[in-house]
C-alpha cells in the first residue's frame, strides 16, 4: 500500500509540488535571514534569536557575493528550522496520539493537516501577536479567505453550468460564505472537529471518510457516488442528476 501510495503521489505530481515548495522556501529563508541581519527591524533581534542565530553570525557567514554559507552547520540548521516552521507538514509531533495509528489512517489524513495548520501557522499568528506583530494575522485574513471564497465561486459557476444544484451563495448568503472560506482555509485549526460534529454529527470525528459513509445513507446516490471520486465535471454531473430528480 506504502508503494502504490508514493507512485501515486509522483504520478500526480504532489511530490515533486512538495519538493518545489521546499526549494522555494529554502531560498526565502536565506533571503530571510540575511535581511534582518543587514536589515533589521524592531522583531529582527527575536527572529533570529528564534533560529539560534545571532546579526554578527550571520553577517559573518555571508560571503564576497553576498550569499549565505549554508555549509556552516548553524547557518544550514537555522535555515531547516525556518522551512520547517513555515510549511504545512505533518507529522507525529502534531497529530494526537489516535492520529498516529496506522489502523486510524484513513479516516485521519486529510485532519491531520489540521492539525499541521494549527501548529504551522495558527501557533505562528498567536505568538507574533503577542510580541506586538500583528502582520502575520492581517495577512491570513486579507489573504487566505479571499483566495477561498474565489475557488467557491469558480466552483459555484461550474454547479450551474453542468447542473449540479445551486451555489452556495444562494442558500448559505455572505456571512455564510465567508465562515465557511475561513474553515476551508483552515484558520480555525482544531476547532474544526467541533464544526464538523455539528454539521455531520459524530460522524464528523472520522474525517472525509467518516463523512462519506454518513453521506451513502442520507443523500442520493447518483450524489453520494459523485462526491466519493470526485472526479470534477463528472462528478458535479451526477450531483446535477441527483437534483433532477
Known amino acids: 500500500?506504502?508503494?502504490?501510495?508514493?507512485?501515486?503521489?509522483?504520478?500526480?505530481?504532489?511530490?515533486?509540488?512538495?519538493?518545489?515548495?521546499?526549494?522555494?522556501?529554502?531560498?526565502?529563508?536565506?533571503?530571510?535571514?540575511?535581511?534582518?541581519?543587514?536589515?533589521?527591524?524592531?522583531?529582527s533581534k527575536r527572529y533570529l534569536s528564534e533560529l539560534?542565530?545571532?546579526?554578527?553570525?550571520?553577517?559573518?557567514?555571508?560571503?564576497?557575493?553576498?550569499?549565505?554559507?549554508?555549509?556552516?552547520?548553524?547557518?544550514?540548521?537555522?535555515?531547516?528550522?525556518?522551512?520547517?516552521?513555515?510549511?504545512?507538514?505533518?507529522?507525529?509531533?502534531?497529530?494526537?496520539?489516535?492520529?498516529?495509528?496506522?489502523?486510524?489512517?484513513?479516516?485521519?489524513?486529510?485532519?491531520?493537516?489540521?492539525?499541521?495548520t494549527q501548529a504551522t501557522i495558527l501557533k505562528r499568528m498567536a505568538h507574533e501577536a503577542k510580541n506586538g506583530n500583528l502582520d502575520p494575522m492581517v495577512t491570513a485574513m486579507a489573504g487566505y479567505i479571499p483566495v477561498m471564497l474565489a475557488a467557491d465561486a469558480m466552483k459555484g459557476v461550474i454547479q450551474t453550468l453542468v447542473g449540479g444544484g445551486a451555489p452556495m451563495w444562494e442558500h448559505q448568503g455572505v456571512a455564510g460564505m465567508v465562515g465557511y472560506a475561513a474553515q476551508r482555509a483552515g484558520l480555525t485549526g482544531t476547532a474544526q472537529m467541533g464544526l464538523d460534529?455539528?454539521?455531520y454529527g459524530p460522524a464528523g470525528l472520522f474525517g472525509p471518510a467518516g463523512e462519506q459513509i454518513y453521506h451513502m445513507f442520507t443523500d442520493p446516490w447518483q450524489e453520494s457516488v459523485g462526491k466519493a471520486v470526485a472526479v470534477g465535471p463528472a462528478g458535479l454531473a451526477l450531483k446535477g442528476m441527483a437534483w433532477n430528480d
Open 197 to 199: 460534529v455539528a454539521e
Open 1 to 43: 500500500m506504502r508503494a502504490w501510495n508514493d507512485s501515486f503521489f509522483r504520478w500526480n505530481g504532489m511530490e515533486g509540488f512538495n519538493r518545489g515548495v521546499r526549494e522555494a522556501a529554502t531560498q526565502v529563508a536565506i533571503k530571510f535571514i540575511k535581511r534582518h541581519a543587514s536589515e533589521p527591524n524592531e522583531h
Open 52 to 116: 539560534d542565530l545571532s546579526a554578527a553570525e550571520v553577517k559573518k557567514a555571508i560571503g564576497e557575493d553576498g550569499g549565505l554559507n549554508v555549509n556552516d552547520p548553524k547557518i544550514s540548521a537555522a535555515v531547516m528550522r525556518w522551512v520547517d516552521g513555515a510549511i504545512v507538514r505533518p507529522n507525529a509531533s502534531m497529530r494526537p496520539i489516535y492520529g498516529n495509528d496506522p489502523h486510524f489512517a484513513s479516516f485521519f489524513h486529510l485532519k491531520q493537516f489540521m492539525y499541521a
